[in-house]
């Protein structure tokens, strides 16, 4: 009997919902204002990434190679961006669109606070990013998504097991 491997899809949208949901808990305790809870997204995504290359190799009884683990981690980090930035999206347009205010309002304070820009610059930039929120929101996230992800998959392939047997090796000559 052969083994079921669950798809990258599958873990796509399980990882994927453990950070909608983590995201969604941050917004309604109103902890956007400590970036530093971002931190814990990504390590719940690096988490997700490397657990779906370890389930992998175990479900083929670790007869797979480095690349075969590595494809499966991307696959999966594919899945998990695209639904993340439909949620995103729809979160940010329908949801909750005063995430925007607070994330627009959230960057007045910090430039105001750094004291490196003048108040002509701060208002140039705040307009620029109301302006183009999608398109910042959406490249972000596939650049930062893409990047982590290739490293998330890159430890997963790295600390799963592999034991890849060779198809010809056993044939008589």
């Avoid at 997700?48 to 389930?55: E, L």
Wanted: include cysteine; glycine fraction near 6%; proline fraction near 3%.
């Amino acid at each position: 009997m052969e083994t079921k491997v669950t798809t990258p899809q599958i873990k796509g949208i399980i990882i994927s919902l453990v950070l909608i949901i983590y995201g969604i808990i941050i917004y309604f305790v109103d902890a956007m204002k400590h970036p530093e809870l971002s931190y814990v997204q990504y390590a719940f995504f690096l988490a997700g990434i490397i657990w779906a290359c370890i389930s992998y190799s175990n479900q083929l009884n670790a007869n797979v190679t480095f690349g075969n683990l590595f494809a499966h981690g991307f696959k999966t980090t594919a899945v998990v961006t695209v639904i993340i930035l439909v949620y995103s999206i729809i979160a940010f347009n329908f949801l909750f669109p005063d995430m925007v205010d607070k994330s627009i309002e959230m960057t007045r304070q910090k430039m105001e606070a750094d004291g490196k820009a003048t108040d002509s610059q701060i208002d140039q930039t705040i307009t620029m990013m109301k302006d183009h929120f999608t398109l910042f929101t959406v490249a972000g996230l596939v650049i930062g998504f893409a990047i982590f992800g290739a490293i998330s998959s890159l430890i997963g392939a790295a600390v799963a097991k592999k034991k890849p047997q060779d198809p010809f090796g056993n044939q008589a000559i």
